[in-house]
């Protein structure tokens, strides 16, 4: 793997009451080879060239070892923003290992998305880190159906695998939940896809699903995701077209579905608004205010 010069790893970032509240980001990786028809993070703003080689950084542990080291304020730390942070590579590398053992040790959060079923193998760190700060695990599953997620979402594991995994994290005691999230207009914004996914997630120990509602589309984003529609489903790219146009949020058409979306989420007592989502998990951090108050 090629290692690029890098100066800082954490970002600190103020969400409030979005994004899972989280205070601070960090991308261990840059690029991500799972190779999704609809990422967002290959669009030209995020500059990242030759997104699908996933690529570490020059002493990344190390330097985020300082930043832990000097921070004041501790916090949730988010991972996997831009790039799966369980890509293949961290099998051998184990950048992602070395990262929460220190997160673990300066008594940070963390914050994980992920579509693989990698992150099971670090459950002895999350439940370390969970003892003395806050953990929220997210499997990002937009499908119930195996053979399309193989399309849409072709170089990491099935759906199947990822509630397996969620299983084995909510068996361990985590906090875990599904981020359904795009839900792509056409292929996967099906009432029965969306039930399914809310009650398998329900099922595997899941506490939360979180849904954005719809897809954004930009710049070459939107050409290489029609590029993939062509080849893998015929007259959906000019479907789209005739829908969407050149707009950027593409919502689903069934206007009912984010009813059918909270209902299901009701009937198996999941949190589906990101405020509730936040104080679900952020327990800790009230409790060290208040036993200091
Ligand atoms: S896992 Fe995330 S970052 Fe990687 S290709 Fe898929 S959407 Fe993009």
């Known amino acids: 793997m090629e290692f690029l010069p890098t100066k800082s790893i954490l ?30 993070s290959r669009s030209n703003c995020y500059q990242i060239e030759d997104f699908d080689r996933v690529r570490g950084k ?52 963390v914050s994980i998305e992920t579509k693989s079923n990698l992150i099971v193998r670090d459950i002895d760190l999350f439940q370390k880190i969970n003892m003395t700060s ?21 170089c990491v594991c099935v759906s199947s695998e990822r509630w397996k995994a969620m299983k084995e994290l909510s068996n361990a005691g985590l906090l875990v ?9 056409f292929l996967t914004d099906s009432e029965e ?16 699903v979180f849904s954005m509602g719809g897809v954004t589309l930009r710049e070459n984003q939107r050409d290489y995701f029609f ?13 789209y077209i005739r829908t969407f146009g050149n707009q950027y949020f593409c919502y689903s058409q069934n206007q009912n579905l984010r009813k059918v979306f909270e ?27 208040l036993s200091f108050l």
């Open 58 to 109: 020059e002493k990344e542990i190390e330097i985020l070892h300082q930043e832990l080291k000097s921070k004041r304020k501790k916090g949730v730390i988010g991972i996997g923003a831009m790039s799966d942070t369980y890509n293949p590579l961290e099998k051998q590398y184990e950048i992602t290992r070395k990262a929460l053992k220190l997160i673990a040790d300066y008594h940070f959060g």
């Open 263 to 289: 209902d299901e989420c009701k009937k198996y007592g999941l949190l589906y608004k990101m405020k509730d989502i936040i104080q679900a998990y952020r327990k800790k951090e009230e409790g060290e205010q």
């Open 11 to 40: 970002q600190k970032v103020s969400y409030g009451e979005e994004w899972f509240g989280i205070d601070y980001n960090m991308n261990l990786y840059k690029g991500c080879s799972h190779q999704c028809i609809y990422c967002d």
């Open 193 to 208: 896809n969306i039930k399914n996914v809310i009650r398998l997630s329900a099922e595997n120990g899941a506490k939360f």
């Open 134 to 154: 806050d953990v929220i695990l997210k499997l990002t599953i937009t499908t119930a159906d195996d053979v399309l997620c193989k399309k849409i979402e072709p």
């Open 227 to 239: 590029q993939k529609l062509e080849q893998l489903f015929p007259n959906l790219k000019e479907k």
């Open 177 to 185: 939940g599904t981020l359904l999230t795009p839900i792509l207009p």
